[in-house]
């Protein structure tokens, strides 16, 4: 079988798996799956140029109840949705709220609004937000509006939907060392080039990046101890212990020290006081920590990479497409962790000969090599957060079998706008208003489905997956539990 052939058969299966041990059932249904798809194209035709309210009063006129429309305020909250969802562009998420039940459709408007006798103007109040992404317009908070809509159906999806503040915070401050990081390199070169001027930029922004670092840092400690857990492989416990929480620890008081140096200096005190040989010193030794810990980690994430990149292919001889596409995931992130481990490690090398040539009394030279540590971890972070968002698309998509879906319309699946519009159709159609929402919930399903099968169960691929992704079984306790599996499969 063609690797391409395999990948287009894994994409018409790739569905989010039911709690329980019929999960492998539900993914390997491929022909309920195209019956599926092709309903799915046939409501997206039909349903795309319809009135809301058509869809709603056919799937009212069903139910024993009254026709939310019967009701003076629920009449009037849903015209005041329908005319927002056409002039946001959310008409197909609309649709998804009325094939709920006419009981459902009340319990998400009551729960929306806060209230059980609600009024447009409480709807109206609880459900519009500001979009960042937009200069902040007003908008309708279409991302609650599909969570709590899928939460009224019995399908539980978490509100939080993409990065939270820690992740945002993190993102931020690497961004502010990096571009204070090349500042000061600059004025730092141009020190030790004889430009005085260099040398009173260096230290004024001196405080700035030594104050980001240690914000940095302490980041890094906390998220190591936030991390650490007993289901967690000798190796990756190592890595949170010795290059998370020791190496940070080490990068803080350097931090700490060089901030202490820099006051001194700006009161015109004399350089390469104690300050300055403590931060040498804890430069060598974080260094020592993230270039060991890099380095190793080069090694292992590369071992992982090719181990789930065999079991994705034994999945796909044994027809297992749950297993499939966890093993997809967890290959992608360990060839992910492969690349932000050597970013460590070179890190760690630059910190050890920044540390060496402070210590020796070389203190502009040291500084340079320490700017460039910082650079090299801000650009990782960076990447990082640009990473993320393209794998989520790309696990959506496969989810969507958006390429298919393209194919049946005609489409080009190059055609960008095409793409993100035919996306954006497919994924209000099945309920969600984002590709991170949807991606969230595609990883919490096929996490339950291999706590099932690998922790519950004793599986032997599913134990060889949890091993690649950094986790150990322990049958007594049921661990690892299907929040630290969904944790180990993403970047």
């Given at each position: 079988m063609s690797r391409n052939t395999r990948d287009s058969s894994k994409a018409a299966s790739h569905q989010p798996a039911p709690h329980g041990n019929q999960a492998n059932q539900y993914f390997g249904n491929h022909q309920a799956q195209q019956l599926e798809r092709e309903q799915m194209l046939t409501r997206l035709q039909a349903q795309k140029d319809a009135p809301p309210e058509k869809a709603g009063a056919a799937s009212n006129n069903a139910g024993v109840e009254r026709p939310l429309r019967s009701y003076e305020?629920?009449?009037k909250i849903l015209d005041w949705l329908e005319a927002k969802a056409e002039k946001q562009e959310k008409k197909n998420l609309l649709q998804y709220f009325y094939r709920l039940s006419v009981k459902q459709q009340k319990a998400a408007i009551i729960k929306m609004a806060g209230s059980n006798k609600p009024s447009v103007d409480q709807f109206s109040g609880k459900m519009s937000t500001r979009n960042m992404s937009d200069l902040f317009k007003k908008t309708v908070d279409w991302e609650k509006f599909s969570a709590v809509c899928r939460e009224v159906q019995q399908l539980k999806i978490d509100?939080?939907?993409?990065?939270?503040?820690?992740?945002?915070?993190?993102y931020g401050i690497a961004g502010g060392s990096v571009g204070l990081g090349s500042a000061r390199g600059a004025a730092n070169i141009a020190d030790l080039a004889g430009d005085s001027g260099?040398?009173?930029?260096?230290?004024?922004?001196a405080p700035f990046g030594a104050a980001l670092g240690a914000l940095g840092s302490g980041m890094q400690i906390y998220e190591a101890y936030e991390k650490q857990s007993s289901s967690l492989s000798t190796y990756d416990s190592m890595q949170n212990i010795g290059t998370g929480a020791l190496g940070g620890l080490a990068d803080m008081t350097r931090s700490s020290a060089q901030t202490a140096e820099t006051a001194r200096t700006m009161a015109g005190a004399v350089a390469n006081s104690a300050a300055t040989t403590v931060a040498g010193a804890a430069a060598v030794v974080g260094g020592a920590a993230y270039l060991a810990g890099g380095l190793y980690g080069v090694k292992k994430h590369h071992e992982r990479t090719k181990n789930l990149r065999n079991l994705e292919n034994q999945a796909d001889l044994k027809d297992d497409p749950t297993l499939s596409q966890a093993a997809s995931l967890g290959k992608k992130t360990q060839a992910f962790n492969r690349t932000t481990s050597g970013a460590t490690a070179a890190k760690g090398a630059a910190m050890i000969?920044?540390?060496?040539?402070?210590?020796?009394g070389v203190g502009p030279a040291g500084w340079i090599l320490l700017g460039a540590a910082g650079l090299i971890v801000g650009a990782a972070a960076i990447y990082k957060f640009f990473k993320k968002r393209a794998r989520k698309?790309?696990?959506?998509?496969?989810?969507?079998?958006?390429?298919?879906?393209m194919e049946m319309q005609g489409l080009e699946p190059e055609d960008t706008n095409a793409r993100n519009q035919t996306r954006n159709d497919l994924l209000q159609l099945k309920g969600f208003n984002s590709v991170a929402q949807c991606y969230k919930h595609i990883i919490k399903e096929l996490s339950h489905a291999i706590y099932e099968k690998g922790v519950k169960g004793d599986d032997p691929d599913y134990r060889t997956l949890l091993e690649n992704i950094g986790l150990v079984v322990d049958e007594k306790k049921k661990e690892?539990?299907?929040?630290?599996?969904?944790?180990?499969?993403q970047i």
């Open positions: 305020n629920y009449s509100d939080d939907s993409g990065d939270g503040a820690q992740d945002y915070a993190r260099g040398a009173v930029a260096a230290t004024r922004m000969v920044g540390g060496a040539l402070i210590l020796a698309e790309e696990v959506v998509d496969r989810y969507l079998n958006l390429d298919d879906h690892p539990n299907p929040e630290l599996i969904e944790k180990k499969l």
